[in-house]
């Protein structure tokens, strides 16, 4: 059975601060997601990573997936409060269906 | 833009209804999932439909069922609502595997 697991599960972070919030699974997969939840509202995609290696960036956000750890790390540069929200990582079993796992969401508050 | 819509986003039942949640995405998209969101539990799928009229279960499955008559609209049923399915509900799909899931705006259901 798969299980995916994000640390922490809250993070307080201070404004201008660089972070690093991890997602760990435990069986071989060939694709992670990572989900950003505001409050009240749906998830939005944020990063695919499809590939040993895979690096992605959007804003003062970075994402890499490193499938021999079986590990994703999700790294935040110059913390803003815009980011306060709630990401979810998930995970899809090699050569399985579209089914994927999610993990519990790390919720990270912004302090100025 | 894909779009994956709900048919409610508040509902209120009483114990031992029947209720329907309609989820419709216009995108072709082959997969569509439902998910139940807990505090503290993440995303838990209940059922998902790789293909009209078909179905699998996903983890949580008791006290619900599904219908795909057409591709386009994947239907989640409470035979007979408990207050223990109280919870955020969440519509998905997506393309084929490998690719990111869109998520619908939510129902939040109250089962009294």
């Known amino acids: 059975e798969l299980k995916v697991e994000q640390n922490p599960l809250f993070l307080s972070m201070q404004e201008g601060k660089n972070y690093t919030i991890y997602c760990n699974y435990s069986t071989t997969s060939d694709r992670l997601y990572w989900y950003r939840q505001d409050p009240g509202k749906s998830l939005e995609s944020l990063f695919v990573l499809l590939s040993n290696g895979a690096v992605k960036q959007e804003g003062r956000l970075m994402a890499s997936l490193d499938t021999k750890a079986r590990l994703s790390t999700l790294h935040i540069t110059a913390a803003v409060h815009d980011l306060s929200a709630t990401y979810f990582c998930?995970?899809?079993?090699?050569?399985?269906?579209?089914?994927?796992?999610f993990g519990k969401g790390i919720t990270l508050s912004v302090r100025p | 833009d894909v779009k994956v819509t709900q048919s409610s986003r508040y509902l209120v039942k009483r114990t031992g209804e029947k209720v329907f949640l309609e989820c419709v995405q216009d995108?072709?998209?082959?997969?569509m999932f439902w998910y139940r969101q807990d505090p503290g539990l993440g995303l838990r799928l209940i059922y998902f439909?790789?293909?009209?009229?078909?179905?699998e279960k996903g983890d949580i499955p008791e006290g619900y069922s599904v219908s795909r008559e057409k591709k386009e609209r994947f239907s989640l049923i409470l035979e007979s609502a408990s207050t223990n399915q109280t919870s955020m509900y969440l519509c998905a799909s997506t393309l084929l595997t490998g690719y990111e899931q869109y998520f619908g705006p939510g129902t939040r259901l109250t089962v009294t």
């Open positions: 439909s790789y293909d009209v009229k078909m179905k």
């Open positions: 995108m072709d998209h082959e997969n």
């Open positions: 998930a995970v899809g079993v090699t050569g399985a269906n579209s089914k994927l796992t």
